[in-house]
C-alpha cells in the first residue's frame, strides 16, 4: 500500500484505471479530490454516475445523446439522404465543428481489425445497413486512413455498392493512421469536399 490509508489507496487504484492516468497522476488526482469541498466531490461523482445511467447511443445514427434520437437525427433541416460513415463519436464532432456538412451520421464504433479480433459483426454495420434500406442517396466513408479504417472502408463499399446506392469515400488529405478528431477544419473539410466514388 502506497497510502497510510486505505481509502486513499482504492481512490487512487480507481483513478488510474482511467486511459492516460498513470499512477503519479492518479495519487495527485487523489491528493486533490481529498482537497476539495465536499459539494464538490458530490458534484463530481454525481455527474460520473448520472452520465453513465442517462447517455445512451442514438436509435438511428448511434452516437452518444441523452435522449432515444439525437438532435442531428432529429433536425428536419438536415439532409437525411446523405449519411456518413464514422469509426466514433469524437470524428462525428471533428466534422460538426465544421458547421458545413449539412447530411446526417452513423457511428460504427470502431473499425474492422483482423490483429485485434475485431470483426464486422463488433461494429454498428448491420445497423448501418438496416437503415440502407430506407430513402438514401450517397454513403460518404469518413473512416481513418489508418489500416482498419481502410480495411472497414473497403468492407463497406462492397457491401453497399449492391445496394445501387452511391458510395464515396473521403480523400485522403488525411494524414495517415491520424484520428480524425485531431485533424484541423480546413484539412477535414477538403477531404470531404475532394471525396471520390468507391
Ligand atoms: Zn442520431
Known amino acids: 500500500m502506497d497510502y497510510f490509508s486505505g481509502h486513499m489507496d482504492r481512490l487512487a487504484k480507481e483513478l488510474a484505471r482511467l486511459p492516460g492516468i498513470g499512477a503519479k497522476s492518479a495519487m495527485r488526482l487523489a491528493y486533490?479530490?481529498?482537497?476539495?469541498?465536499e459539494e464538490e466531490v458530490q458534484a463530481l461523482s454525481d455527474?460520473?454516475?448520472?452520465?453513465?445511467?442517462?447517455?445512451?447511443?442514438?436509435?438511428e445514427c448511434f452516437m452518444l445523446t441523452d435522449d432515444e434520437i439525437c438532435p442531428i437525427c432529429k433536425d428536419p433541416s438536415r439532409d437525411h439522404k446523405t449519411i456518413m460513415v464514422v469509426e466514433n463519436t469524437?470524428?462525428?464532432?471533428?466534422?460538426?465543428?465544421?458547421e458545413k456538412y449539412r447530411g446526417v451520421y452513423h457511428v460504427l464504433h470502431g473499425a474492422i481489425s483482423p490483429m485485434l479480433g475485431i470483426g464486422p459483426a463488433d461494429i454498428k454495420l448491420k445497423e448501418?445497413?438496416?437503415r440502407l434500406r430506407g430513402d438514401v442517396d450517397e454513403v460518404i466513408i469518413a473512416t481513418n486512413s489508418s489500416l482498419e479504417g481502410e480495411t472497414t472502408a473497403m468492407y463497406i463499399s462492397k457491401l453497399v455498392k449492391p445496394t445501387g446506392i452511391k458510395v464515396t469515400r473521403i480523400a485522403s488529405g488525411v494524414p495517415v493512421g491520424g484520428d480524425l478528431e485531431y485533424i484541423d477544419e480546413v484539412t477535414l473539410l477538403r477531404a470531404l469536399d475532394g471525396r471520390v466514388e468507391l
Open 128 to 130: 448501418l445497413m438496416t
Open 47 to 59: 455527474s460520473i454516475l448520472e452520465a453513465k445511467k442517462n447517455v445512451r447511443y442514438c436509435k
Open 32 to 37: 486533490h479530490i481529498i482537497g476539495m469541498p
Open 90 to 98: 469524437r470524428d462525428l464532432s471533428a466534422y460538426e465543428k465544421t
